[in-house]
């Protein structure tokens, strides 16, 4: 039986990688601490609990979060996503792959924040988001190419201390490369699903 709420605790569902989950949370409870020890979804990993390292990162209706930073009770009604949601089924998401594909680690720590990271990276860029290393930022300037000094400054939230980041900027290129090769068959899938 779910323990009954109190001025410091709240009943809260959220929505998980698609599912729903009821629990009852003291209201300081961080997300990364509801994921990991109330929820056992200890794929997103804790650093240094203090918003330094990127390894907590999930994504939270689509954009980056350090989970360790935000509050359980903040993220309810929203779309939750972490690494154990990446994956469709035995598929690996494209990010995935790309590291997988170029040993993009070495003892993994990072490694699931890395790759929550990377896949909003791509959304990002591919959306027009400059960077702080973004040349041209004016109304005609248009996409910047996702460069690896693009890549290294937005994944630079994300540390590592095995220090693979030669091959994580790869595996983010190719998986950015794979993105917008499919970017226009994504688009028409999307419609469609909208218009049924
Ligand atoms: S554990 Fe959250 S940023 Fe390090
Ligand atoms: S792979 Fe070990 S910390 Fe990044």
Not at 115 to 128: K, N, Y
Request: overall charge negative.
């Amino acid at each position: 039986m779910a323990p009954a709420t109190s001025s410091t605790s709240s009943a809260i569902t959220l929505n998980i990688n698609g599912e729903k989950h009821q629990l009852t949370i003291d209201h300081r409870t961080t997300l990364l601490d509801a994921l990991r020890e109330r929820l056992d979804l200890t794929g997103t990993k804790k650093g240094c609990d203090q918003g330094q390292c990127g390894a907590c990162t999930v994504l939270v209706d689509s954009r980056r979060v350090v989970s360790c930073l935000n509050l359980a009770v903040a993220a309810e009604g929203r779309e939750i996503t972490t690494i154990e949601g990446m994956a469709e089924g035995d598929e690996l998401h494209p990010v995935q792959q790309a590291f997988l594909d170029l040993d993009g680690y070495q003892c993994g720590y990072c490694t699931p924040g890395q790759i929550c990271s990377a896949v909003a990276v791509i959304e990002e860029h591919a959306a027009g988001w400059p960077s702080a290393v973004t040349d041209d930022v004016g109304p005609e300037a248009g996409p910047p190419p996702l460069t690896p000094d693009e890549i290294r400054e937005r994944m630079s939230g994300n540390l590592c201390r095995c220090g693979a980041y030669v091959s994580i900027v790869q595996a983010v290129s190719r998986a950015a490369g794979a993105y917008e090769a499919t970017r226009d068959e994504r688009r028409t899938a999307a419609a469609k699903e909208a218009a049924a």
